[in-house]
C-alpha cells in the first residue's frame, strides 16, 4: 500500500470544497467539507479509506489522507477528483449562460446610448452584493463550489435584472420607446452580422482557454494546471481594461462612420490603440517586477508558486498582445468587418498557433512553455495581420457603407419619424 500523505495533498491540491481552513484536506472535526470529501471519495473509487494522517486528531483539526493500492498513480486520482467537482461546478454555473445571453446586447444597446456610468453603478453595487453573498454561502455555510456558482448566477442576474429596470423605467431618454415589431425588419441581414460576430469573438475567448485544457493532458498536469490558472486569472483581470477600449472603440466607430465622420473613426482609433498599448506596457512591468510575489496571492503551495513565475515571462506578453487585440477587435465589431476577422482568427489561433502549440510542449518536450508559446505566436499573428487590415482601410468607404447600411436598416423608422 502507498500512503499518499496529507502534506502531499495539502501542497498540491487545490481548493475545492470551500474549507474555511487553509488547503483542501486541512478541515474542523466535523466540517460539511470533510464529510463530502470522504463521501465523494467512496463514490468515485469505493476501496478508498479516509483517516488521520497520524491516526489522531491534533488540536481541532484533522488531516485527511488517502490510501490507495499500489498499482493506482496518485497524479491519477488527484485528476479524478478535480474532474468531479469541475464538472460539478459547471452544472451549477449553467443558469450564468442565459444570463449572458441577456446582458451583452442589453450592455451594447446602453453603450450606444453612452449609458456608461448607469452601467458601472450597478456592476458596482452587485459587486459588493457578491462579495457579501460569497462569504455568507461558501464560508459562512460552507456551500463550497456549489456556494460560488450560486452566488456567481444571483450576481449576474442581478446586473440583467437591474440594467432591464433601468431600460424599462426611463426609456433610456426616448432611445427605447416600447417593443415593436419593426424589430424584425430584414432580420435576416441582422443575424448574419450577428453570427459573424459570435463565432469571431468565440474562436477569441476559447483561444486561451484551450490552453488550459491541453495542459491538463501533460504528464503529472496538476501544478502546471494550477500555475496557468493563476496566469489566467492575472491576465483576465487585465483584460477587463482592454475590454473596455474595445466596448468603446467598436461603439465609437460604428457611430461616427454612421455619421459620416470617417476622419474622427480613424483619429479614435489611432488614440484608443496608443493608450492601450500604454497600458499593456505598464502591465507588463509589473508582471515582470511582481513574479516572485503575487503567485502568493493565489496560493500557498511553493511548487505551485515556482511553476507560476517560471510562466512569469509569457504571462506578460501575453498581456501586452492583449492589450492592442482586443481594441483592434472593437474596431472590427464597429466597421463591420466580424467575418473578415472570424476567417482571420481560425487561421492564426486554430491553424497556426494551437499546433505550434502542441507541437511544442508535446513533440518537443517544453511542456507548459512550450504550449503557451505556441499559442502567442497566434495571438501575435493574428494582432499583426490586424494592424495591417486597419492601417490599409479607407475609412471613407467605410463610412459611405456605414450611411448606406443605416438608411437600410433605419430608413423604415426614419421616414416613420
Same mark, same amino acid.
Given at each position: 500500500?502507498?500512503?499518499?500523505?496529507?502534506?502531499?495533498?495539502?501542497?498540491?491540491?487545490?481548493?475545492?470544497?470551500?474549507?474555511?481552513?487553509?488547503?483542501?484536506?486541512?478541515? =474542523?472535526?466535523?466540517?460539511?467539507?470533510?464529510?463530502?470529501?470522504?463521501?465523494?471519495? =467512496?463514490?468515485?473509487?469505493?476501496?478508498?479509506?479516509?483517516?488521520?494522517?497520524?491516526?489522531?486528531?491534533?488540536?481541532? $483539526?484533522?488531516?485527511?489522507?488517502?490510501?490507495? *493500492?499500489?498499482?493506482?498513480?496518485?497524479?491519477?486520482?488527484?485528476?479524478?477528483?478535480?474532474?468531479?467537482?469541475?464538472?460539478?461546478?459547471?452544472?451549477?454555473?449553467?443558469?450564468?449562460?442565459?444570463?449572458?445571453?441577456?446582458? +451583452?446586447?442589453?450592455? /451594447?444597446?446602453?453603450?450606444?446610448?453612452?449609458?456608461?456610468?448607469?452601467?458601472?453603478?450597478?456592476?458596482?453595487?452587485?459587486?459588493?452584493?457578491?462579495?457579501?453573498?460569497?462569504?455568507?454561502?461558501?464560508?459562512?455555510?460552507?456551500?463550497?463550489?456549489?456556494?460560488?456558482?450560486?452566488?456567481?448566477?444571483?450576481?449576474?442576474?442581478?446586473?440583467?435584472? $437591474?440594467?432591464?429596470?433601468?431600460?424599462?423605467?426611463?426609456?433610456?431618454?426616448?432611445?427605447?420607446?416600447? +417593443? %415593436?415589431?419593426?424589430?424584425? $425588419?430584414?432580420?435576416?441581414?441582422?443575424?448574419?452580422?450577428?453570427? #459573424?460576430?459570435?463565432?469571431?469573438?468565440?474562436?477569441?475567448?476559447?483561444?486561451?482557454?484551450?490552453?488550459?485544457?491541453?495542459?491538463?493532458?501533460?504528464?503529472?498536469? &496538476?501544478?502546471?494546471?494550477?500555475?496557468?490558472?493563476?496566469?489566467?486569472?492575472?491576465?483576465? @483581470?487585465?483584460?477587463?481594461?482592454?475590454? *473596455?477600449?474595445?466596448?468603446?472603440?467598436?461603439?465609437?466607430?460604428?457611430?461616427?462612420?454612421?455619421?459620416?465622420?470617417?476622419?474622427?473613426?480613424?483619429?479614435?482609433?489611432?488614440?484608443?490603440?496608443?493608450?492601450?498599448? $500604454?497600458?499593456?506596457?505598464?502591465?507588463?512591468?509589473?508582471? &515582470?517586477?511582481?513574479?516572485?510575489?503575487?503567485?502568493?496571492?493565489?496560493?500557498?503551495?511553493?511548487?505551485?508558486? /515556482?511553476?507560476?513565475?517560471?510562466? #512569469?515571462?509569457?504571462?506578460?506578453?501575453?498581456?501586452? &498582445?492583449? %492589450?492592442?487585440?482586443?481594441?483592434? %477587435?472593437?474596431?472590427?465589431?464597429?466597421?463591420?468587418?466580424?467575418? &473578415?476577422?472570424?476567417?482571420?482568427?481560425?487561421?492564426?489561433?486554430?491553424?497556426?498557433?494551437?499546433?505550434?502549440?502542441?507541437?511544442?510542449? +508535446?513533440?518537443?518536450?517544453?511542456?507548459?512553455?512550450?504550449? @503557451?508559446? *505556441?499559442?502567442?505566436?497566434?495571438?501575435?499573428?493574428?494582432?499583426?495581420?490586424?494592424?495591417?487590415?486597419?492601417?490599409?482601410?479607407?475609412?471613407? /468607404?467605410?463610412?459611405?457603407?456605414?450611411?448606406?447600411?443605416?438608411?437600410?436598416?433605419?430608413? *423604415?423608422?426614419?421616414?416613420?419619424?
Amino acid at each position: 500500500m502507498e500512503d499518499c500523505g496529507p502534506g502531499y495533498l495539502h501542497r498540491h491540491m487545490p481548493v475545492l470544497l470551500g474549507c474555511s481552513h487553509s488547503g483542501l484536506f486541512r478541515v =474542523r472535526r466535523g466540517c460539511r467539507a470533510s464529510r463530502r470529501l470522504r463521501r465523494e471519495l =467512496r463514490h468515485r473509487r469505493p476501496g478508498f479509506r479516509c483517516h488521520a494522517g497520524n491516526g489522531e486528531c491534533t488540536g481541532d $483539526a484533522v488531516w485527511a489522507s488517502i490510501r490507495c *493500492g499500489a498499482d493506482q498513480d496518485v497524479g491519477d486520482i488527484h485528476a479524478e477528483i478535480v474532474d468531479h467537482f469541475a464538472g460539478k461546478f459547471a452544472l451549477w454555473m449553467l443558469p450564468q449562460l442565459f444570463a449572458y445571453a441577456l446582458n +451583452f446586447p442589453i450592455q /451594447k444597446f446602453l453603450q450606444a446610448q453612452r449609458k456608461v456610468f448607469v452601467m458601472a453603478w450597478i456592476s458596482a453595487v452587485v459587486l459588493v452584493l457578491h462579495a457579501v453573498f460569497s462569504w455568507l454561502l461558501i464560508l459562512k455555510l460552507g456551500w463550497g463550489l456549489t456556494g460560488a456558482a450560486v452566488t456567481l448566477n444571483i450576481s449576474w442576474w442581478l446586473i440583467v435584472i $437591474a440594467q432591464l429596470l433601468y431600460i424599462f423605467i426611463t426609456k433610456s431618454d426616448g432611445a427605447w420607446s416600447g +417593443f %415593436s415589431w419593426l424589430a424584425f $425588419a430584414d432580420l435576416f441581414g441582422f443575424v448574419k452580422l450577428s453570427l #459573424a460576430s459570435a463565432v469571431m469573438l468565440c474562436l477569441e475567448f476559447w483561444y486561451l482557454m484551450v490552453l488550459v485544457v491541453i495542459t491538463g493532458r501533460l504528464k503529472n498536469p &496538476l501544478i502546471p494546471v494550477d500555475a496557468i490558472s493563476i496566469c489566467m486569472n492575472i491576465n483576465g @483581470w487585465d483584460a477587463m481594461i482592454a475590454i *473596455g477600449f474595445n466596448a468603446a472603440i467598436s461603439v465609437r466607430v460604428s457611430n461616427e462612420l454612421g455619421a459620416g465622420n470617417a476622419k474622427i473613426a480613424k483619429f479614435a482609433v489611432v488614440v484608443v490603440s496608443v493608450t492601450s498599448v $500604454a497600458i499593456g506596457v505598464v502591465c507588463l512591468a509589473v508582471v &515582470l517586477t511582481t513574479r516572485d510575489y503575487f503567485p502568493y496571492l493565489f496560493t500557498s503551495s511553493e511548487a505551485v508558486a /515556482k511553476e507560476t513565475t517560471q510562466l #512569469a515571462l509569457l504571462l506578460g506578453i501575453t498581456v501586452l &498582445l492583449n %492589450s492592442l487585440q482586443p481594441v483592434l %477587435s472593437g474596431v472590427a465589431v464597429g466597421a463591420g468587418w466580424q467575418a &473578415l476577422v472570424a476567417y482571420i482568427n481560425i487561421g492564426c489561433y486554430y491553424i497556426v498557433g494551437l499546433p505550434a502549440g502542441i507541437l511544442l510542449g +508535446f513533440t518537443f518536450g517544453f511542456g507548459v512553455e512550450g504550449i @503557451w508559446s *505556441g499559442m502567442i505566436g497566434g495571438i501575435a499573428l493574428q494582432t499583426l495581420i490586424l494592424i495591417v487590415v486597419v492601417s490599409l482601410t479607407n475609412w471613407n /468607404k467605410e463610412a459611405d457603407e456605414a450611411e448606406s447600411r443605416v438608411q437600410k436598416w433605419g430608413g *423604415g423608422v426614419a421616414a416613420q419619424d
